[in-house]
């Protein structure tokens, strides 16, 4: 089929190489079956949160009937209700936007202080970088769930403190990654020139290197949103986090007494967290292979 | 070798040091005050007790002054007092150490033993059905919440087939001697343990099926195999080695990961472990503990990151020798 166009066609077909490479990169995402999975669970799931509300207008702390009512057993609460008689969807669709909201608020406030961090200790090197460097580590040892539990305890557990406490022990990573792009791009020929043209640091850096290091960081970037929704749903699954807003983890919380006798009320807002990070990863692993074809082999 | 030695304990000495100062600023940055944070809002704040804070931790002298209190006490030691326990700190958080050291070894040990043996499986033959079995395991590993998963393993377990135990460490009818009792222990072991194992397990799957491709794609492969090593041979010795070290390293990276995994396993399983003790102390506000387990935990990390360095080194002789 293609080489009878090709041959028919009397101009030229344009060569894969006039298109841009993120152009490029979306036909390799394309072709994927599972980042493309990936990306439409993310597209239902976030429907769900955004639209859910008006297609099913129910409060999810409402009282709407018997306690532990099984899915199915009345046709207008299709997904049972749980310990106190709330509807299992309502929260279900209520959660996830608590979930989802915190999980990408938190990831961008890793990326944040993580670019900034790298960039800063790749790009100067020397003192700079080990200061950092010595930085970063330290906030390495912490583990991330102890320190984020006590962070959000001893201030208040609003939905705001949740995203900073995940953001502020999750940016190591991002740090070192942003730090070695930044010091393998920094020795290539156009940094140089354009220092020779006599560009200041920071355009150097915001404007020159940071856009030719952004495939690693956006990959990075999507798998650190998976991260942070698995940590808030901890968080909340805890207790920790914003007890008068609906969370899925919340849910699995505040339904565990009654798992043996009501497995939906702990099974299914679970099941929500596995597909939303799920989503996530898929498209994290299709953007990964884009952004490097040659290590698709792998 | 000896600098390099003393140089990683100096570093590691300076980490536990910011470590303690970080648990101070922390007392200092919460709203209210300290005495009231330190007394735990729900425990017995009498003012006799907050009186005694007052006078232990120095509050009414300058804010260096009480740092250096607190590090000294720290130093020998000493982390304060949990007024809800009505328990040295330190000592509380020693007898719950035990539990959750057991559970991070016995979950680590799985994941890397099975981990490595599946990615090894996977490299032979890397578009093969045990290769896709390894993507998929490795995604959904890393997907579900761990306390989910073992969420899941407690309806399994507790009503459908009721082979392992799904709460707590020992079995407090059972009469026995210590063989007894570690059976027991083992047998309470396996849920928590496999459920915190999983998600590692799945990760160093796939590490290790990445690296033994890479691995065998290298020229002391192909030597070995020219001068008629058998291919046994070359994977499990020759390649195995090598690719085992990138496992070994995030292994190392992830301990603080793995401990906060281990919180929330702890307590789903009723765990009597750090994790359980942390969350208990949370809801009580008992901070002199929950900040004392914080600097344990992180005082595990780094020697976890120490050994890790110097198993890293055993691997692979190359890191030994060089810098």
Same mark, same amino acid.
Do not use: C
């Given at each position: 089929m293609v080489a009878i166009t090709t041959v028919s066609t009397p101009t030229p077909t344009p060569a894969p190489a006039a298109r841009g490479p993120m152009a490029e990169a979306w036909g390799i995402f394309r072709r994927s079956p599972a980042a493309m999975l990936g990306l439409v669970i993310l597209i239902l799931v976030t429907l769900m949160t955004v639209a859910g509300p008006f297609l099913y207008p129910v409060d999810a702390f409402e009282i709407v009937w018997a306690p532990l009512t099984p899915p199915g057993q009345e046709a207008n609460i299709p997904l049972g209700t749980d310990n106190l008689g709330r509807d299992t969807l309502a929260g279900l669709i209520a959660g996830g936007r608590a979930t989802l909201a915190v999980g990408f608020a938190a990831a961008a406030i890793t990326m944040v202080i993580g670019v900034v961090i790298g960039s800063y200790a790749g790009f100067?090197?020397?003192?700079?970088?080990?200061? +950092?460097m010595r930085f970063t580590e330290f906030f390495q040892v912490l583990p991330p769930l102890l320190f984020a539990m006590v962070v959000v305890t001893l201030f208040q557990p609003t939905l705001v403190n949740v995203a900073l406490a995940i953001g502020v022990v999750s940016w190591p990573q991002t740090a070192r990654l942003t730090r070695s792009e930044f010091r393998r791009i920094r020795t290539l020929e156009y940094v140089s020139a354009m220092r020779a043209i006599g560009a200041s640091n920071s355009h150097v850096i915001w404007r020159v290197i940071l856009p030719n290091a952004l495939p690693p960081l956006i990959v990075s970037a999507t798998l650190t949103i998976g991260m942070a929704i698995l940590f808030e749903a901890g968080l909340s699954f805890l207790g920790l986090s914003d007890p008068n807003v609906m969370s899925w983890g919340l849910m699995i919380g505040s339904g565990r007494q009654y798992l043996l006798d009501a497995w939906w009320v702990v099974t299914l807002p679970g099941l929500m967290i596995f597909l939303t990070v799920l989503g996530v990863s898929l498209v994290g692993d299709g953007l990964n292979d884009a952004f490097n074809p040659r290590m698709r082999e792998r | 070798m000896f600098n390099r030695v003393l140089r990683q304990l100096l570093y590691a000495a300076a980490l536990i040091l910011a470590v303690l100062v970080l648990n101070f600023l922390l007392i200092q940055l919460a709203p209210g005050d300290p005495a009231q944070v330190i007394a735990g809002e &729900?425990? %017995?704040?009498?003012?006799?007790?907050?009186?005694?804070? =007052? $006078?232990?931790? !120095?509050?009414?002298?300058?804010?260096? /002054? $009480?740092?250096?209190?607190?590090? %000294?006490?720290?130093?020998? !030691?000493?982390? %304060?007092? *949990?007024?809800?326990?009505? =328990?040295?700190?330190?000592?509380? @958080?020693?007898? =719950?150490?035990?539990?959750?050291?057991?559970?991070?070894?016995?979950?680590?040990?799985?994941? &890397?033993?099975?981990?490595?043996?599946? %990615?090894?499986?996977?490299?032979?033959?890397?578009?093969?059905?045990? *290769?896709?079995?390894?993507?998929?395991?490795? +995604?959904?590993?890393?997907?579900?919440?761990?306390?989910? /998963?073992?969420? &899941?393993?407690? @309806?399994? #377990?507790?009503?459908?087939?009721?082979?392992?135990?799904?709460?707590? &460490?020992?079995?407090?009818?059972?009469?026995? !001697?210590?063989?007894? =009792?570690?059976?027991?222990?083992?047998?309470?072991?396996?849920?928590?343990a496999l459920t915190l194992g999983l998600v590692y397990l799945a990760q160093y799957s796939r590490l290790t099926r990445a690296s033994m491709l890479e691995v065998l794609g290298a020229d002391y492969i192909r030597t070995a195999r020219a001068k008629g090593v058998s291919e046994r041979r070359v994977l499990n010795h020759h390649a195995f080695r090598n690719a085992l070290l990138p496992v070994v390293t995030v292994a190392g990276m992830q301990f603080g990961a793995i401990i906060s995994g281990a919180v929330l396993v702890e307590t789903v399983f009723s765990w009597p472990g750090l994790g359980t003790l942390? #969350? $208990? *102390?949370?809801?009580?506000?008992?901070?002199?503990?929950?900040? !004392?387990?914080?600097?344990? *935990? /992180?005082?595990?990390?780094?020697i976890a990151n120490l050994l890790t360095d110097f198993v890293s080194r055993l691997l692979d002789p190359r890191l030994a020798g060089g810098r």
């Open positions: 100067y090197g020397g003192g700079v970088d080990n200061l +950092l | &729900m425990g %017995g704040a009498n003012e006799e007790v907050m009186a005694a804070i =007052r $006078q232990q931790y !120095g509050l009414d002298k300058p804010l260096l /002054t $009480q740092l250096g209190l607190y590090l %000294g006490r720290a130093l020998q !030691g000493d982390l %304060g007092m *949990s007024y809800f326990y009505n =328990r040295p700190v330190t000592e509380l @958080i020693l007898s =719950r150490l035990g539990p959750t050291l057991l559970l991070v070894a016995a979950a680590l040990g799985f994941a &890397m033993i099975v981990g490595t043996r599946l %990615g090894l499986l996977a490299a032979r033959n890397p578009r093969g059905l045990s *290769s896709a079995a390894v993507t998929v395991l490795a +995604l959904v590993g890393y997907s579900a919440p761990v306390f989910w /998963t073992g969420l &899941m393993l407690v @309806i399994l #377990f507790a009503a459908k087939i009721p082979l392992f135990p799904v709460a707590g &460490m020992i079995d407090v009818v059972k009469q026995g !001697g210590p063989l007894m =009792r570690a059976l027991d222990i083992a047998h309470h072991l396996v849920l928590p942390a #969350f $208990q *102390s949370i809801l009580a506000r008992d901070y002199p503990t929950v900040l !004392g387990i914080l600097f344990f *935990s /992180t005082l595990i990390v780094i």
